[in-house]
């Protein structure tokens, strides 16, 4: 694998990835989240690093450890995850939503832990829709203009091809990577499929690691291509 990177495909890019689940808080001891590890995203992380590329990882909660000479932010909610994003997307040229954000968060977090009351009735949680990340990156100037690059990531569970070439669109970026199932939470292999403009074609079924470093090498190309 050394050999695909020589000379570095990633040399002089500076790439930002999210990753992992977020965890919206119900109480201080509630919440609710999503089905996600963060091997996807932290092996892409560790690929982009090795392409010869800076890079910071945004992880929501996860178990996994840092890889070598990348910068890790962890963070908890969409809208954490939202504002460190923001900030660091100004200065990133890539950008790889691989975070399985949580799309709604309760309305209000109870200051204090939401006690059942005896009687049997259950508490009634409103919801609020939490902000699109990866639709705000690509929305900004940087990303319009064509210098920041914005990779997003489909979770279907039918008509894959379908939703993801719509949510391209929908999304306003210019690759869209869809999980092709059955659901890979957890597991240490996965395969792609990868929705541009040009078309549509597979990355077979892989471990999330080698899957990583040639994703990286399809984004290294298409930078390359314009
Ligand atoms: N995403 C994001 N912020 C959100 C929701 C999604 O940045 N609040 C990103 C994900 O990281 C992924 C892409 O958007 O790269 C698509 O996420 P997905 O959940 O598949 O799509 P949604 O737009 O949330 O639509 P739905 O879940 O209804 O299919
Ligand atoms: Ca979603």
């Known amino acids: 694998l050394e050999a695909l990177f020589t000379p570095p495909l990633l040399t002089g890019q500076h790439v930002l990835i999210t990753a992992g689940p977020t965890f919206e808080a119900i109480d201080p001891v509630r919440g609710i989240t999503n089905l996600s590890s963060g091997k996807m995203g932290f092996a892409i992380a560790r690929a982009a690093r090795a392409a010869g590329a800076q890079v910071t990882l945004v992880a929501g ?3 996994l450890p840092t890889p070598r000479g990348v910068r890790r932010i962890d963070v908890r909610s969409a809208q954490n ?3 460190i994003v923001e900030e660091k997307a ?4 890539i950008f790889i939503a691989a975070a399985a954000v949580a799309d709604w968060r309760p309305a209000t977090a109870a200051l204090h832990k939401i006690k059942k009351d005896g009687t049997g009735d259950v508490p009634a949680l409103e919801f609020v829709e939490n902000p699109d990340i990866l639709a705000t990156v690509a929305r900004t ?3 319009r203009a064509g210098r920041l690059y914005c990779v997003g ?3 279907e569970s039918e008509n894959l091809l379908e939703h993801a070439s719509a949510k391209r669109e929908r999304k306003g970026v210019p690759l869209l990577v869809g999980n092709i199932g059955p659901a890979t939470f957890g597991q240490d292999d996965n395969a792609l499929l990868l929705v541009d403009a040009q078309g549509h074609r597979e990355l077979p079924r892989a471990s999330k690691e ?3 470093h040639q994703l990286v090498a399809e984004i290294a190309r298409r930078l390359a291509a314009v």
Request: hydrophobic share 60%.
């Open 61 to 63: 909660p996860v178990h």
């Open 153 to 155: 990531f489909a979770a």
């Open 210 to 212: 080698a899957l990583g």
């Open 81 to 83: 995850m939202l504002a």
């Open 141 to 143: 100037e940087r990303a």
């Open 90 to 93: 100004r200065e990133a040229t």
